[in-house]
């Protein structure tokens, strides 16, 4: 098991108008990462806005992206609701729709403990036999994998990795030192701000919702920190920096969610990859303002001529 | 629409050993609490374990709660699911099957602003023709229902009352004010251990979870509140507030929502009430350690003999 | 000991322009109170923005506070610092200036343990034979003290009493369930907006910040209570809820704790009471228009004219 | 001002039996960190437990630093109080006592919104005339410095840089690309376990409280940095890493701080720096069985033989 590795972007969902999934622009952003040179995609996770879609739209997004990729790379799939056996269901449904791997979050609207949690992983494990990624985001399901709870599960098997959208890079770095004698275990990192610095540290993959609007310069990154040239890392990093300050460009306005990836959609809409930057209900899209300040960072990043 | 007052419990969904729900025994629970001389009852809600059931479950029990209600109390549904649209799709299985209204939180997994929970309610009422209350939970969705997103949906009409589990008895009382001059809104406070004081400030209704154990004293609560019997009210509280510990008897070796939970079920199995004390995955039932407590807790309350 | 009951309000410190106390003032304040039938007074609380006083000060305030009140009613004094050693001089300092009884929040800065939190308090009683006093106020200190936490340290006689300004009113509750057969100990409430409500649960004394501009209305409330009269008790809350809204009237332009008890001296100034609206740095005071509207606010519950 | 500048770690404060400090053991304490190779020293900070000394021993503290370090190093010094008033007295005391620096935090106790901390940080460089730093410790306040916080503070020459404990790297990073144009800003990290990202991302210092136990393994770690071997600043820092455990050894049994802090003090014991691993109340010290876990620790780190 050592498929996975590299980029791996958290898929943008372009809507129509009628918030349906706008599949043309939805095939165009698969073939935008792939021809940018991703190691994988990760599709239906939070960038993904997997929690708007009901049971019907997740099951058509999963094929169609399955037949887009056609195998070029892994195809993860996130299987993101509440509760253990609604999770199960999803994970079968990802399963038997072509995903490699499938992406569970801590339950979540349940306090749980890290026992349950620990449970919730090998239930849905035992249930369904397809590789199994935790996905560590506190910030919507409030509470934290702790270092013991990631390393238990990879250790027995449960878990073939992690993807860390916790920020807690020295927790992530634990997992990796705790892990390092696991040879197919697979720690990513969410921190997309930072991913110099989880190369540094050895994380296998990286997965920035960023990375929808510019794949070279995360692909330029990783390659830079294989070949050991950490300035030029860095040096790429802190361009990426300055484009991921779209994600802030409504933030007041509009929520931290609707803000964040409302700015992805728009860059993506200026840069020809998708045709509409609607977002799901009750998410408000940016306004004309808003769009032209982003577009002022994609001309200052190198990304939008003229 | 002065149909909803009263003793509402949430309705607790009784389970067998593989999981499904014991439709011979949530029957007699529904019994229970309409013969105990509660005003209505709220099926699919926290205490119900709404967040585990898929969508035919949840139908389904809708519908047996209608059936055995059969238009003896009003009938209140929760419609919990993380984002708009999907909480729409549940409105509409609700209101078909025979909900008298539906309960629907803010958004959750997803960081949501005040202004996007107004458009939340707006556009759940707007699709769907059904008497709609907010439920104020923040230690399930992580955001607070304000006062002033509480008195503008109220005063538009788009939402007919509040359920208010925050726990922040002030904020409820400020409601109380602001809409003390709309008498068609009914607040419903979720603070089971302070319902004489939620009546005292004028609550409209109480949803008290240890009620599936006791109706009969949230009963006799209520009816003292109503005749001006403040001591008697505070004299029933108490002795229902000794009750609750049944709550806290597993919380260290179980999370609190399966402590909590799994307290009312073991108690209620004790009493003869539901066959089973199972709760669904990841949460672990109560041990014999712990229904032996919380059997002691029965006797000294008055509840179980011997 | 049952010296400490009913309206202790917790003193406003008026400054000057050179941030100095403004004694003349300070003394019309404790004036006002005492003339106003309060049954205590609290010096040196967070309404007195201890925290904001050198040592100096406070023993100045303290000795003052000794002086004017001479005897009239209790004397209740804040020993408000971050760790167990600083804590103790203060209580020192207090008894020898004049205080009854000495009030102190578990240790903050430091983050803490419930054990560390029991030991902080008995240590505090160990080093000064006064009447201690645990202050719980999460908000400040960001730590709870825990429900068996305070029942420990009152029935081993190291505290004498509780002011629970948590507004976790349903644990209050357990705190008064749970002492009941201590005559002794003495529990009171800072959810000013609740006071009746706590009242009807037994609480011992009421610390409302709010009764600095409007004594007598929580007088009137707290005899109501005393006479069981729970109808008026209510009705005079429900008047002082609407004068409670001037600590919002700033929010949003400052923090809310400057809104709120710079919104008190807002509206003493404005009552004749002190000479100035002054605040300590790096709080700023009021606007005119934010003055304006507390007046309103003033009038509006009947204490000015005009 | 460019005399600040790399490994500065927080000085652990020895203390005797009777609390008081144990100045032969802090002497040794600073030589063994000037002698490791530390580029300065950070007195009175969180490690150095400042929020449990008096104003007195506060003094006593600075002015024998000052005297040990005689001018070899830069003698930073933390004045942390709640209130701004209370710090320009440290602030004061500090400048006299040979500081060549100072340190404070937000305002604490009080709620604080990001306009008074930066009038907070302003009225503090006004009122005495010594650089100053900003050090951002939520953990401790409870509030955040927002990235446009501290960089207004930097550009308009308040402060001369900041000390970030608050774990957020992608901040932190923010900080140093916005501020990359001001040659003078000091920006240091008090991630210590993620030193060698913090470096590669151009962080001008580090404030290890660990580096107390082993300064050698920083002062390596700093100078691989510099010449550009992040292979071996990695391989340095996860060692580290691994002697950092020793902070999690009594977790559970104490608080978080006393655990902490109690692990450097007890290793430090171990390995003969200092007399005693006395806590300040109400710390507990680690016991035995603690004690010799830590003393493994060390051993497999290579810092203690046998």
Chains 1, 2, 3, 4 share one sequence.
Not at 90 to 107: E, I, N
């Amino acid at each position: 098991m050592t498929k996975f590795k590299g980029v791996i972007p958290p898929v943008v969902t372009p809507l129509n108008a009628d918030f349906t999934v706008d599949y043309p622009s939805y095939t165009r952003v698969l073939e935008h990462l792939i021809e940018g040179g991703c190691h994988g995609v990760f599709v239906l996770g939070s960038t993904s806005e997997v929690i708007f879609h009901d049971d019907k739209t997740r099951r058509e997004i999963i094929e169609h992206s399955a037949k887009v990729v056609n195998g070029r790379v892994p195809l993860i799939v996130g299987v993101i609701d509440p509760t253990t056996d609604r999770v199960i269901h999803h994970a079968d449904v990802a399963k038997r729709a072509g995903a490699d791997a499938v992406v569970a979050t801590a339950p979540f609207y349940t306090v749980t403990s890290q026992a349950e949690i620990l449970d919730h992983f090998r239930f849905i494990r035992d249930a369904v036999d397809v590789p199994l990624v935790a996905y560590d985001i506190p910030v919507c399901v409030h509470v934290k994998l702790q270092r013991q709870t990631t390393v238990t599960l990879a250790r027995e098997g449960t878990i073939i990795g992690l993807k860390d959208s916790s920020g807690d890079d020295g927790n992530f770095r634990y997992a990796l030192l705790d892990l390092a004698d696991q040879p197919d275990v697979f720690l990513m990192t969410g921190s997309e701000i930072v991913v110099d610095n989880a190369l540094l540290m050895g994380a296998h993959g990286v997965v920035p919702g960023i990375a929808n609007v510019d794949p070279h310069g995360y692909v330029r990154l990783w390659d830079a920190a294989q070949r050991g040239d950490w300035v030029a890392a860095r040096k790429e990093q802190e361009r990426l920096c300055r484009l991921f300050e779209i994600v802030w460009v409504a933030q007041g306005r509009v929520s931290g969610g609707a803000s964040g990836i409302g700015g992805f959609k728009t860059a993506m809409k200026s840069l020809g990859i998708i045709d509409n930057a609607v977002m799901p209900r009750p998410r408000a899209a940016l306004d004309e303002a808003e769009t032209a300040r982003i577009n002022e960072i994609l001309r200052a990043t190198g990304l939008l001529r003229g």
